[in-house]
């Protein structure tokens, strides 16, 4: 076998680089795009049951209530009521009109999710296209679909939104508890936004 030269290294170590990066950004753009998760139906964790709205104020679809929600030892966990124009897998209707709770912390890093209405803006923001109301997150864009249950659908995300339980009594919508595994919380990172 010949033997390397010093010349030859002049080339292949800058080759062999050039190759490694594009293989790593190809194999993350392809883990990213590829092994998102979709919701199914969710595993609930029992918590307290705490009221968030009246069905009446959350008149048309796609307005919304910010609110947090208590979890045992660790704070209280932002979250969004939603009301959406179709069921969703945990979810929870009343009379024609369907609701959907998530949490707000990105499961990527922990940051704070926002409401994005309007998706022309959401488009120029978070680079994402969309036809309807999403979640976008500020720190990486990532962005979450409220009609697929909160599944994230861009950037590097790869799991959906923990969803909420609802409960409707009386006009009124309470949420009872949260969907395990509580992500970030329960994954491996850390968080930003955790009851800030
Ligand atoms: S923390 Fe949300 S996309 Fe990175």
Known sequence: MAKLTRRDLVWIVP??????????FGLR???IQFTKT?????????????A???VGELARVWDFREFAYPIAGLGE????????PKPEPGGASAGGAYFLALSRICTHQGCLVNYVPDPEAGAIAYNYRTDHPFLGCPCHFSAFDPLQAGKAVFG???YPLPRLRLAIEDGTIYATGHEVPLRPIEGRVGLREWSA
Do not use: Q, Y
């Open 38 to 50: 979709s919701p199914g139906e969710p595993r609930w964790k029992d918590g307290p049951k705490v």
């Open 156 to 158: 590097p995300a790869r």
């Open 29 to 31: 753009a392809w883990r």
């Open 52 to 54: 968030i709205a009246r």
């Open 77 to 84: 966990l932002k979250s969004i009521l939603i009301r959406v």
């Open 15 to 24: 080759l062999a680089a050039t190759g490694g990066f594009f293989g790593w």
